[in-house]
């Protein structure tokens, strides 16, 4: 876990990991530079499983995960934000499904979002099996917070998060692990993911479109411009619904339900957009 200035949640998160049924880890928390009492939070627990590493400079979120794969020691490699809550049994129902699918580098799962003082909002549930295997494209294919891996795998084939990339660096990594291993998803909601204004994906939003562009486009079947990315994701509403639907034909090439309810959704916020309705409103 990286931490930059995140003390208003951070003991959420941290007791959310230190409570975990499966309780045979270590937590190696990354602190990158923090000007706030998010050091003094972590120094207040008394437990050994707590490894603190401070950078001496402020190296960013990327940076510091790699940092932390190549200090760990364990045969599995959790990721966990400091702004999020893991559900108790998150590990144990993990650990459980890498040991039965030894074929599996990375393991994701479903999500609760909830906002800034905790409440629930909607649940994300995680494509599995075949529909993960189609719609692999459509970021992210594994939650990041709720992603564990094997940290073997990571390092022999030095699959670590591309610096390059400060927003979205888990999106390009899961596409280059699903390159040559697989990757796969719990259907169990494993996590409370927390939306605010300090995230990153608030923060920087037009920096992770770019990216999540660059990085499409990159492992897409055929050639899509910025505004038939952003259409398939749901991130712009700028063509027109018969445009978004024939680009996503043409990256998916498949008319299934999962086909229509995106090309669906896109349509109704399209309307909503075009007659100034419910802005705020994501579908």
Known sequence: MSVYNGERYLSEAIDSILNQSYDDFEFIIIDDCSTDNSVDIIK???????????????????????????????????????????????????????????????????????????????????????????????????????????????????????????????????????????????????LKYRIHKKSISSIRAQEQQNNTYDIFSKNSPVDVTYDECMAILHRSYTLYPWQQAFAMYRVFHTLDYIYWRNVVGYTVRYIMDKFNLNKSTAV
């Open 44 to 190: 207040s627990y008394n437990d050994n499983r707590i490894r603190l590493v401070r950078n001496e400079e402020n190296l960013r979120l990327p940076a510091s995960l790699n940092k932390g794969i190549k200090l760990a020691s364990g045969k599995y490699i959790a990721r966990m934000d400091a702004d999020d809550i893991s559900l108790m049994d998150r590990f144990s129902k993990q650990v459980k499904y890498l040991e039965e699918h030894p074929e599996v580098t990375a393991l994701g799962g479903s999500f609760q979002v909830i906002d800034c003082g905790g409440c629930n909002l909607y649940k994300h549930h995680a494509l599995t099996d075949e529909k993960l295997e189609r719609y692999y494209l459509i970021p992210s294919p594994l939650a990041h917070p709720t992603v564990m891996m094997r940290r073997e795998t990571i390092i022999d084939n030095n699959l670590f998060y591309d610096e390059r990339y400060s927003s979205a660096q888990d999106y390009d990594l899961w596409l280059r692990i699903r390159k040559q291993f697989k990757i796969a998803n719990l259907p169990d909601v494993l």
